[in-house]
Nanobody, 124 residues
Framework: QVQLVESGGGLVQPGGSLRLSCVAS????????IGWFRQAPGKEREGISC???????YLYDSVRGRFAISRDNAKNQLYLQMNSLESEDTAVYYC??????????????????WGQGTQVTVTS
């Protein structure tokens, strides 16, 4: 059974840091682009960052300079290091996987497998 499970969310103060993890089971991430997305209450799901199997990364403007994505294919895991967190970063964070095509998938609609999400709340 294909599954993605996120962890690492929680409550953090503005300016703080969190590291999210996502572990895949039922398939290997080697041939997939994988990414992080988030959805705040009342808003559409948006992209944060994605990474191809060759290590090519893309960061969306809202998190550029603060977040970093990485992957460990040997562990079948994806990570998101989040620094300088702001209240606007409060959302449910999802990891997702899209079949690799040679061009990094940056559009939400191309992602086929999704985790259940982990809540990140930034508040003082």
């Amino acid at each position: 059974q294909v599954q993605l499970v996120e962890s690492g969310g929680g409550l953090v103060q503005p300016g703080g840091s969190l590291r999210l993890s996502c572990v895949a089971s039922g398939f290997t991430l080697d041939n997939y682009d994988i990414g992080w997305f988030r959805q705040a209450p009342g808003k559409e799901r948006e992209g944060i960052s994605c990474i191809a199997n060759d290590g090519t990364t893309y960061l969306y403007d809202s998190v550029r300079g603060r977040f970093a994505i990485s992957r460990d294919n040997a562990k079948n895991q994806l990570y998101l290091q989040m620094n300088s967190l702001e209240s606007e970063d409060t959302a449910v964070y999802y990891c997702a996987a899209a079949p690799g095509t040679g061009v990094l998938a940056t559009q939400i609609r191309t992602y086929e497998y999704w985790g259940q999400g982990t809540q990140v709340t930034v508040t003082s």
